[in-house]
């Protein structure tokens, strides 16, 4: 058991840092928590469904990419630390410049406009519009289609989990290592959204900006850390 260990704590490590930074997608949660909690876990599971789709399709390729690559392996992991640090790095930018979203009404009909140019994960582009305030609550299964669908839109976090199952083929290579991994990934991201879903619910108004931020700090400092842990050790020219 111990030997699964680490791609468990390496999958929640990476869960955490793709579901952490507040975007667009974590206010619409939030809002959504604060009209019907029930919809809201079941978006949130929604949000947590594609980081763990993602990541199943990275570390399926990941192990095949990376035994046809051997040959220059250190060098693919010191690109693939390379493009997590250009997310991190894009990813804390961002979250430090974005406009700040408009407070949430507790109560009546209004629905609070989300913030117009920030999206949820790493990487997400500032340019972009955010999508749409639902008009009101949803079925859960409705809900969890929909967050589905606008989560998904997101390549970043493909290129994110490719980046580190590629960097990491030769220890995720075993199924049982793989499946470790893909667990921790999918249990972290889905208790961070469910996490949100109950602050939304209790607090009934939205998360402070000092909470924002070290969201930001936090979810980007994990995806940095991992990305100096796969760098190691470096390629030798020759």
Excluded: C
Excluded at 42 to 60: C, E, M
Excluded at 119 to 147: D, H
Excluded at 162 to 169: D, E, H, N, Y
């Amino acid at each position: 058991m111990t030997e699964l260990l680490s791609p468990t704590l390496g999958g929640a490590a990476a869960g955490l840092g793709v579901a952490m930074p507040m975007g667009a997608m974590s206010v619409l949660l939030l809002q959504e928590a604060m009209r019907h909690r029930r919809t809201a876990m079941a978006a949130a599971a929604g949000i947590a469904a594609v980081d763990l789709a993602y990541a199943a399709l990275a570390t399926g390729l990941g192990p095949w990419v990376a035994s046809h690559i051997a040959p220059v392996e250190a060098w693919v992991r010191l690109a693939s630390a390379l493009i997590l640090l250009g997310i991190a790095a894009h990813g804390l930018r961002t979250g430090w410049t974005a406009p700040t979203p408009p407070a949430a009404e507790p109560r009546g009909p209004a629905t609070p406009t989300p913030p117009a140019f920030e999206e949820r994960g790493p990487g997400r582009s500032p340019g972009r519009p955010a999508p749409p305030a639902p008009s009101g609550p949803a079925r859960p299964a409705k809900a969890f289609a929909r967050y589905v669908g606008l989560t998904a839109v997101n390549p970043t976090t493909a290129l994110y989990f490719a980046a580190l199952t590629t960097a990491q083929g030769a220890s995720l290579a075993t199924g049982a290592a793989g499946a470790a991994f893909l667990v921790g990934v999918g249990a972290a991201s889905l208790l961070w959204q469910q996490a949100l879903v109950a602050v939304g619910a209790l607090a009934g108004a939205r998360i402070s900006d000092t909470a924002r931020v070290w969201t930001f700090r936090l979810g980007y400092g994990l995806v940095a850390a991992y990305a100096i842990k796969i760098a190691f050790p470096l390629p030798t020219p020759g």
